[in-house]
């Protein structure tokens, strides 16, 4: 048996909603027109904007899909509250991958200063150790081997 045969299976607030064809033909519209928006945005350049306005346009698109297929702009507005809630947890938790990424390689030149061997912290650092065995593995000729 069907589950759309049965309308008490839906529960009582329960209404289906279907919208015109119009509505369905300016959404298109609307998403075609944002594309070209977008692909236009492409050519220009806005400088550290950039990634900035692309996101607008995709957030317009994405808000547009939402809205009109899937029925938030008409269904309880509670829906709405909770996808729009879950979309500020994604920016969050993407935020927060940012932070890691744009910090990553600045310890790089602290690390290059650490001893080589921390038993002997004043024999020489990374740095000079990696440069030490670049050298032996060269042997440049007129260089004395390098003394332990």
């Known amino acids: 048996m069907d589950a759309h045969a049965n309308p008490a ?5 329960h209404v289906p909603h279907v919208l015109p064809l119009s509505t369905y033909l300016k959404t298109w519209g609307a998403l075609l027109v944002l594309t070209a928006v977008t692909v236009g945005a492409s050519y220009v350049n806005f400088g550290a904007a950039n990634l900035w306005i692309a996101l607008l346009i995709a957030s317009v698109k994405a808000a547009t899909v939402a809205l009109v297929f899937m029925h938030l702009y008409y269904d309880h507005k509670f829906h709405a509250v909770i996808f729009g809630v879950s979309l500020v ?11 890691d990424t744009q910090t990553r390689g600045r310890a790089d030149g602290i690390e290059r200063e650490r001893p080589a ?17 670049q050298r032996g593995a060269l042997k440049i000729p007129g260089e004395s081997a390098p003394t332990p």
């Open 117 to 133: 061997d921390i038993k002997a912290p004043f024999a020489g650092t990374q740095a000079e150790q990696k440069l030490k065995e």
């Open 89 to 99: 947890f994604l920016a969050i938790f993407i935020i927060f991958t940012m932070f």
């Open 9 to 13: 299976a839906h529960g009582k607030d």
